[in-house]
């Protein structure tokens, strides 16, 4: 049986990172809007100003996924939440608690940190994901709908009069 441990990424991770979101990029059929780069990662995430984080899972060593996160807040519960970014475990290792290791490892961050909500989105035609963090008890939040503005939007909205 095989040893699964998560450990704080280091910015030395930044290409494994780069590997393993190119690879949910690919899984998600969306690799061509990964403009993502090592340089990118190393700053963003370990720069000393940085606000986000990011976690390794390794099995008898081997990196076998990561999970990247970042603080908001909750203005209803007037405290700070946990939003998982991105949860990747390669293919080879899924179904063998790898995953539910690192919620659960984030699930701990997030009440260590005084957060009232641990909270995350999933693609809906990802139905083994969905399926999964069902079974944990995550419930969707199938009332909200989310936005997005990026690239040449969100600069044109951003500078109008």
Same mark, same amino acid.
């Not at 984080?53 to 209803?76: K, Q, R």
């Not at 659960?104 to 809906?124: H, P, V």
């Not at 399926?131 to 909200?144: H, L």
């Given at each position: 049986? &095989?040893? /699964?441990?998560?450990?704080?990424?280091?910015? +030395?991770?930044?290409?494994?990172? @780069?590997?393993? /979101?190119?690879?949910?990029?690919?899984?998600?059929? =969306?690799?061509?809007?990964?403009?993502?780069?090592?340089? +990118? /990662?190393?700053?963003?995430?370990?720069?000393?100003?940085?606000?986000?984080?990011? @976690? /390794?899972?390794?099995?008898?060593?081997?990196?076998?996924?990561?999970?990247?996160?970042?603080?908001?807040?909750?203005? %209803?519960?007037?405290?700070?939440?946990?939003? *998982?970014?991105? @949860?990747?475990? &390669?293919?080879?290792?899924?179904?063998? #608690?790898?995953?539910?290791?690192? *919620?659960?490892?984030?699930?701990?961050?997030?009440?260590?940190? !005084?957060? #009232?909500?641990?909270? %995350?989105?999933?693609?809906? %035609?990802?139905?083994?994901?969905?399926?999964?963090?069902? &079974?944990? #008890? =995550?419930?969707?939040?199938?009332? %909200?709908? !989310?936005?997005?503005?990026?690239?040449?939007?969100?600069?044109?909205?951003?500078?109008?009069?």
């Amino acid at each position: 049986m &095989s040893t /699964i441990l998560i450990r704080e990424a280091s910015v +030395a991770d930044s290409a494994l990172i @780069l590997g393993f /979101i190119t690879d949910l990029a690919i899984y998600e059929k =969306a690799d061509h809007e990964v403009l993502a780069t090592e340089e +990118a /990662i190393a700053q963003s995430i370990f720069d000393s100003n940085g606000r986000v984080n990011a @976690l /390794i899972c390794e099995s008898d060593g081997e990196p076998i996924g990561m999970a990247i996160y970042f603080y908001n807040y909750s203005t %209803w519960l007037a405290k700070p939440g946990l939003y *998982l970014e991105d @949860l990747y475990v &390669s293919q080879k290792h899924r179904g063998k #608690g790898a995953g539910k290791l690192l *919620l659960k490892k984030l699930a701990n961050i997030a009440l260590n940190n !005084g957060c #009232g909500r641990f909270e %995350w989105s999933c693609l809906d %035609w990802n139905k083994p994901s969905r399926d999964f963090y069902e &079974s944990i #008890g =995550a419930e969707s939040q199938d009332e %909200w709908v !989310g936005y997005r503005m990026s690239g040449n939007t969100l600069i044109q909205f951003a500078q109008e009069d």
